[in-house]
């Protein structure tokens, strides 16, 4: 059995003390009979890159679709810029919150460049009709994600990691401020993997908007984020900055994973190298 989960204190990069647009107050979650999370307290700094790490079923995706209104908690609520997420109107969270699912699935016959405008719908209405403004982020939003040569092929033609970029390239063209991220480098090779997280990177150092991704791959978590939540059983572990949070002794606690943790040549932020079979054996 794990030792029981501590977190950090809170700091100014800490949610507790920053506050944050969008938060978790005491939220139960759960599948049917099966709670995932109980009474959990999140909140995502604002301009930030937020990451969440955990083992499997630990609840990161569960809490990501909390946050995009996907699943209702049990007991809790969440908040968006003060707002009881439920009770905002459709169009208007989708100008505020945007989301790259897990799993995505595209309409029978839909081409590219028809399902990245799709991202442009929420700000439609009966007085504003599509315009050049709408072409020109729609047009950014490919070129941004490398699918720009695409856009007269079929979404169901194309690989996963193809499709996984169209995907992004949608979220991207919605422009909202808050962007949630479930695994966005599902499906891809590691050369794609760092494409699209240096463009979220981009997204967030360059048009100043906060992401919130859940990823496997700590050490790209490590490198990414600006802040860090760390999550086993559906309780936080620990969450700051990951110069400050990422220790050998957080990763055993978290992923019951031996391993020294050394800093990445190239970026400075903690790079995680999980020890040999024999020493992992003796250091349990």
Known sequence: MPPAPTTTAPTADTPSAAGGRLRAEKVTLRYGERAIATELSVAVP????????????CGKSTLLR????????????????GEQIRSLPARQLARRLGLLP??????DGITVGDLVA????????????????????????MAATDVGA???RYVDELSGGQRQRVWLAMAIAQQTPLLLLDEPTTYLDIAHQVEVLDLCARLHGE????LVAVLHDLNQAARYATHLIALRDGVVVAEGAPREIVTADLVERVFDLPCQV???PQTGTPLVVPLAPARRATAR
């Open 207 to 210: 048009q100043g908007r906060t």
């Open 118 to 141: 799709r991202g442009r719908h929420p700000h439609q209405g009966l007085f504003r009709q599509w315009s050049a403004e709408d072409d020109r982020v729609v047009a950014e939003a």
């Open 66 to 81: 909390a946050f995009a209104r996907l699943l209702k908690p049990a007991a809790g609520r969440i908040l968006l810029d």
């Open 262 to 264: 050394i800093e990445d």
């Open 46 to 57: 604002d301009d930030s890159f937020t990451v969440v790490v955990g083992p499997n079923a």
């Open 150 to 152: 695409l856009a007269g």
């Open 102 to 107: 897990q799993s995505s699935t595209a309409p």
